[in-house]
Nanobody, 121 residues
Framework: QVHLVESGGGLVQAGGSLNLSCAVS????????MGWFREAPGQVREFVAG?????FYADSVKGRSTISRDSAKNTMYLHMNSLKPEDTAIYYC?????????????????WGQGTQVTVSS
Protein backbone atom coordinates (compact mmCIF):
# COMPACT_ATOMS: atom_id res chain seq x y z
CA GLN A 1 0.00 0.00 0.00
CA VAL A 2 1.35 3.39 -1.00
CA HIS A 3 0.94 6.25 1.44
CA LEU A 4 1.39 9.89 0.43
CA VAL A 5 1.72 12.89 2.73
CA GLU A 6 1.83 16.44 1.37
CA SER A 7 3.29 19.41 3.19
CA GLY A 8 4.36 22.96 2.49
CA GLY A 9 1.07 24.72 1.81
CA GLY A 10 0.02 27.98 3.39
CA LEU A 11 -0.72 31.62 2.71
CA VAL A 12 1.42 33.31 0.07
CA GLN A 13 1.28 36.76 -1.47
CA ALA A 14 0.72 37.12 -5.20
CA GLY A 15 4.02 37.06 -6.98
CA GLY A 16 5.58 34.87 -4.34
CA SER A 17 6.66 31.26 -4.47
CA LEU A 18 5.97 27.99 -2.70
CA ASN A 19 7.52 24.58 -2.30
CA LEU A 20 5.27 21.60 -1.77
CA SER A 21 6.54 18.18 -0.71
CA CYS A 22 5.00 14.75 -1.06
CA ALA A 23 6.56 12.07 1.11
CA VAL A 24 6.03 8.57 -0.25
CA SER A 25 6.03 5.35 1.76
CA UNK A 26 5.17 1.78 0.90
CA UNK A 27 6.94 1.73 -2.46
CA UNK A 28 10.04 3.10 -4.05
CA UNK A 29 9.39 6.45 -5.66
CA UNK A 30 11.24 5.42 -8.80
CA UNK A 31 8.66 2.71 -9.48
CA UNK A 32 5.74 5.14 -9.44
CA UNK A 33 4.27 7.59 -11.89
CA MET A 34 3.66 10.77 -9.92
CA GLY A 35 1.50 13.83 -10.32
CA TRP A 36 0.34 17.01 -8.67
CA PHE A 37 -3.30 18.05 -8.91
CA ARG A 38 -5.30 20.88 -7.40
CA GLU A 39 -8.90 21.54 -6.54
CA ALA A 40 -10.32 25.01 -6.06
CA PRO A 41 -13.69 25.58 -4.34
CA GLY A 42 -16.50 24.61 -6.68
CA GLN A 43 -14.09 23.37 -9.33
CA VAL A 44 -13.14 19.93 -10.54
CA ARG A 45 -9.76 18.53 -9.65
CA GLU A 46 -7.28 19.60 -12.29
CA PHE A 47 -3.86 18.42 -13.35
CA VAL A 48 -0.88 20.59 -12.45
CA ALA A 49 2.29 18.61 -13.16
CA GLY A 50 3.42 15.06 -13.81
CA UNK A 51 6.63 13.11 -13.41
CA UNK A 52 7.32 9.80 -15.07
CA UNK A 53 9.76 9.15 -17.87
CA UNK A 54 9.44 12.86 -18.55
CA UNK A 55 8.02 15.82 -16.70
CA PHE A 56 5.09 17.79 -18.04
CA TYR A 57 2.90 20.64 -16.90
CA ALA A 58 -0.51 22.16 -17.31
CA ASP A 59 -0.49 25.24 -19.51
CA SER A 60 -1.68 27.32 -16.56
CA VAL A 61 1.54 26.68 -14.61
CA LYS A 62 4.05 25.98 -17.36
CA GLY A 63 7.13 28.16 -17.14
CA ARG A 64 6.66 28.94 -13.47
CA SER A 65 6.57 25.46 -11.97
CA THR A 66 9.06 22.66 -11.46
CA ILE A 67 8.27 19.11 -10.40
CA SER A 68 11.15 17.08 -9.05
CA ARG A 69 12.02 13.94 -7.11
CA ASP A 70 14.54 13.03 -4.46
CA SER A 71 15.01 9.27 -4.56
CA ALA A 72 17.11 9.21 -1.41
CA LYS A 73 14.25 10.80 0.53
CA ASN A 74 11.50 9.05 -1.47
CA THR A 75 9.91 12.46 -1.83
CA MET A 76 8.45 14.45 -4.70
CA TYR A 77 8.37 18.23 -4.84
CA LEU A 78 6.53 21.01 -6.60
CA HIS A 79 8.05 24.45 -6.78
CA MET A 80 5.88 27.26 -8.09
CA ASN A 81 6.76 30.93 -8.49
CA SER A 82 4.97 34.03 -9.74
CA LEU A 83 1.92 32.84 -7.85
CA LYS A 84 -1.49 34.24 -8.73
CA PRO A 85 -4.73 34.33 -6.73
CA GLU A 86 -6.15 31.78 -9.18
CA ASP A 87 -3.53 29.31 -7.96
CA THR A 88 -5.47 29.13 -4.69
CA ALA A 89 -6.58 25.53 -4.18
CA ILE A 90 -6.02 22.37 -2.26
CA TYR A 91 -3.00 20.68 -3.81
CA TYR A 92 -2.84 16.91 -3.94
CA CYS A 93 -0.05 14.55 -4.86
CA UNK A 94 -0.94 11.31 -6.57
CA UNK A 95 0.85 8.08 -7.42
CA UNK A 96 0.26 5.55 -10.18
CA UNK A 97 1.40 2.01 -9.47
CA UNK A 98 1.78 1.44 -13.19
CA UNK A 99 4.76 3.77 -13.17
CA UNK A 100 3.09 5.93 -15.80
CA UNK A 101 2.28 9.57 -15.12
CA UNK A 102 -0.67 11.10 -16.95
CA UNK A 103 -2.94 14.12 -16.78
CA UNK A 104 -5.95 11.97 -15.91
CA UNK A 105 -6.79 11.79 -12.19
CA UNK A 106 -8.63 8.48 -12.69
CA UNK A 107 -5.39 6.72 -13.60
CA UNK A 108 -3.81 7.40 -10.22
CA UNK A 109 -4.55 4.85 -7.54
CA UNK A 110 -3.07 6.63 -4.56
CA TRP A 111 -3.71 10.13 -3.22
CA GLY A 112 -2.49 12.25 -0.38
CA GLN A 113 -4.79 14.17 1.94
CA GLY A 114 -4.03 17.50 0.28
CA THR A 115 -2.47 20.74 1.44
CA GLN A 116 -4.14 24.15 1.21
CA VAL A 117 -2.45 26.90 -0.78
CA THR A 118 -3.94 30.38 -0.58
CA VAL A 119 -2.57 33.21 -2.69
CA SER A 120 -3.57 36.67 -1.58
CA SER A 121 -3.75 39.60 -3.98
Amino acid sequence: QVHLVESGGGLVQAGGSLNLSCAVSGRTLSSLGMGWFREAPGQVREFVAGSGLVTFYADSVKGRSTISRDSAKNTMYLHMNSLKPEDTAIYYCAAAGSGIATMAPSLYGYWGQGTQVTVSS
